[in-house]
């Protein structure tokens, strides 16, 4: 059975409010499920100016039309315009979300701050960010999360403690190849990863010269082959819920055509640790890469490391 996973991360306050409804109605017509990772507190993009010392920055802004997508408004929330409480002033989308029958979960609380500041943040100002997110979607689900998938894929060592203490079921805060087990110095994290496995639309968007035509088709390209455990793909409710919808609907009629089943994270999961063997237990674990690189991405994020090979584990 080949399985792939819509991530769908959402990372501002027009994504929110534009993006989202207009992928849960696309998704509807597709009658696909999805997960949708919502960044629930003030949206203060603006301050992703600081990203100009960042290697590769600039490269990708202009291969993406970063106005063009996310809209001058938005870059200025945080800097010359308020920052908008996103859950609080868009709550009513965030019901709608989970009424269509899409899963829902947390990308974390203030996007920039998170993805430009968790990696150096100390264990308390993790921890505080971890749970104003999860008190957050308590206040507007009126039940804690279960779902987590860190924006940017940045995490810190506390933040990968605390999947599992804040009592997450699973995480999608890596890009690998297969699901596992963290180990974080030389503690196992009993809250799975499972990783985003294909690039993301913008990574390849521009690069090469590439098209929103040539990214479909090499997307598509990706996915001919399947692994056991299937894929996930990300996408953004800025992007592929924006100006990239026509190009987002045709990767779903061509993974249709190549035979895919969409599931949830959560659903993802479950046939994991199944194929593994049925316990937590038989999955793969690895220690994590905090400086991993990717091409089309400025910055680094989390990766697998190592493999643990002292301890049993499955191999996809």
Known sequence: MRTLVLKVDVDTY??????????????????TPSTFLFSLGPDRTGRAIKRVFRPGFFSKVS?????????VRTLLYGTLLPA??????CAAQLHETE????????HCF???????????????????????????????????????????????????????????EWSSDTRGEYPFLPI???????????????????????????????????????TQETPLCGH????????????????????????KKQGYRFLTLSEFGKLAVHQAGGYLDSLPRHDINFNGQLAGRSGTLCTPGSIYPDIYTHSF
């Open 99 to 106: 009424a269509n029958g899409h899963e829902v979960g947390i």
């Open 84 to 89: 908008p409480d996103i859950s609080l002033r």
């Open 184 to 222: 974080v110095n030389g503690q196992t994290i009993f809250c799975p990863q499972l990783p985003t496995t294909l690039p993301t639309f913008d990574e390849l968007l521009g690069l090469n010269g590439q098209t929103a035509k040539h990214v479909v088709d090499e997307l598509l390209h990706y």
């Open 14 to 31: 027009r994504g929110t409010l534009e993006g989202v409804p207009r992928l849960v109605h696309c998704l509807k017509r597709h009658q």
């Open 232 to 255: 996930i793909y990300t996408l953004h409710a800025e992007l592929e819920g924006g100006k990239l919808m026509y190009y987002f609907e045709q990767l779903l009629e061509g993974w």
């Open 63 to 71: 291969r993406t039309s970063v106005v063009e997508h996310y809209g």
């Open 110 to 168: 203030d996007h920039i701050t998170w993805q430009d500041g968790v990696m150096a943040a100390d264990v308390p100002t993790t921890e505080r960010w971890m749970r104003a997110a999860q008190e957050r979607f308590k206040l507007i689900f009126k039940r804690q999360a279960k779902i987590h998938g860190a924006a940017g894929w940045q995490m810190n060592a506390q933040a990968f403690r605390l999947t599992e203490q804040l009592g997450f």
